[in-house]
């Protein structure tokens, strides 16, 4: 999923990439569908509540509020619903060889991220980015030049720092929970931290208090190795203070880094909500945020997951998105796995609090999946062919 970010970044003069691909893959696992699906019960799919409920609200909204956009609403039946279907499908059908697969391409894709990350951060520079914005091949470029916190907001890769912090939160979760199966375990543990430093690095506020949240997985038992972790953190803290104190105090005062403002965010949720009154229960249709009809500068990137629901969606599309959250977290409490629902809040929070351009909401069940399923999969194995 973090790579299908990445691919979501580019597009051809017709077409974003991502949406086509997603397209002709959905297409392929229709005429597949049998040898697909032949070890897999599809009514039992985890979150087939919510999903039938994001649908029924997509289709309402593009349909029946006189404003369709039927571009919009095939990439977001694809790209939000479809894509997780079909990988879920997919995990389970193999799940000892697509999963491997996925850590892999996972921890290699992780490396690229903060490899590249690292680079940019300590250059102020990203001349990969710059490269895509010149020669066009990315949808929507923003080349990043802002300093916070001391350190250039690092995007690596992606369009926005947001983007790469949500992949980060989401690797970071996955590897805590994988790094027990992988061999070379130090090294695992050594890109661990390299994916928080790096959420540090994009300089979101929503991304370091996402990851700090979903730090709370690893208080499972307390450990030698745990203890002298904690007494690290401590040790960082007090050398790095005056660092961390620009971050705290961001939080309360907006205006001490720049960006986004209580303000700021307040005025968007007016505009929201002035949106929303006319059109209280299905919104206005898909698109309908960010249209000449009803942009206005302040609204910026409409920066929460909520203010775009609710517009273009209403209360069922908020309802059918909470819906997701919720269903998630009974899924690990049914799991027993009560430790991952801090993954889950980490990225209620992070979604609630910014916009993240490339990188869906419904990508946190995949990494969750992974989470819950990996220890049946590989129960008593290390995935050792993993070289790091």
């Known amino acids: ?34 040898k697909m699906t032949q070890n897999v019960m599809v009514t039992k799919f985890p979150m087939m509540l919510s999903f039938v409920l994001l649908f029924i609200s997509l289709t309402c909204s593009n349909f029946l509020t006189g404003n369709p956009h039927y571009n919009d609403y095939v990439t977001r039946i694809c790209v939000q619903l479809l894509n997780i279907f079909m990988l879920w499908c997919l995990f389970e059908n193999n799940p000892k060889y697509s999963i491997h697969i996925f850590i892999k391409s996972s921890i290699v894709f ?4 903060c490899g590249y990350g690292f680079f940019e951060a300590f250059t102020r520079s990203n001349p990969f980015v710059s490269l895509m914005d010149s020669i066009g091949a990315y949808n929507d470029p923003f ?26 939160i989401s690797l970071f979760a996955m590897l805590v929970v ?15 931290i390299a994916l928080v430093i790096m959420t540090f690095f994009t300089g979101s506020r929503s991304g370091i208090l996402a990851i700090v949240i979903a730090m709370a997985m690893l208080i499972r038992q307390f450990t030698p190795q745990k203890i002298l972790g904690v007494i690290l953190v401590f040790i960082l803290l007090a050398v790095f203070q005056s660092y961390f104190d620009t971050i705290f105090q961001s939080f309360s005062d907006k205006n001490s880094v720049g960006g986004s403002s209580y303000d700021m965010r307040e005025v968007q949720f007016e505009i929201a909500l002035s949106g929303l009154i006319n059109h209280y229960w299905l919104g206005n249709g898909l698109g309908y945020t960010f249209s000449d009809a009803f942009y206005e500068p302040e609204l910026f990137g409409a920066e929460s997951l909520w203010i775009p629901i609710a517009v273009d969606q209403g209360v069922l599309g908020c309802f059918a998105t909470l819906a997701f959250f919720i269903q998630s977290l009974v899924y690990c409490i049914k799991q027993g796995k009560f430790n991952y629902c801090f993954y889950v809040l980490a990225m209620f929070v992070f979604f609630t609090m910014t916009s993240v351009p490339q990188y869906n909401f419904t990508n946190t069940f995949i990494y969750l999946y992974i989470m819950i399923r990996v220890n049946d999969v590989f129960a008593n194995k290390k995935i050792n062919s993993i070289k790091i």
Not at 4 to 33: D, E, G, K, Q, R
Not at 110 to 113: G, R, W, Y
Not at 148 to 155: A, I, L, S, W, Y
Request: charged share 10%.
């Open 1 to 34: 999923m973090a790579f299908a970010v990445w691919i979501s970044c580019f597009f051809s003069p017709t077409a974003s990439v991502f949406p086509a691909v997603s397209m002709v893959a959905f297409v392929l696992f229709l005429i597949n569908y049998k």
């Open 110 to 113: 992780a490396i690229l991220l």
């Open 143 to 168: 080349l990043i030049t802002e300093i916070r916190f001391g350190v250039k907001r690092t995007q690596s890769l992606l369009l926005m720092h947001t983007s790469l912090a949500g992949i980060c």
């Open 178 to 192: 994988c790094s027990d199966k992988i061999m070379q375990n130090s090294k695992m543990k050594a890109l661990i």
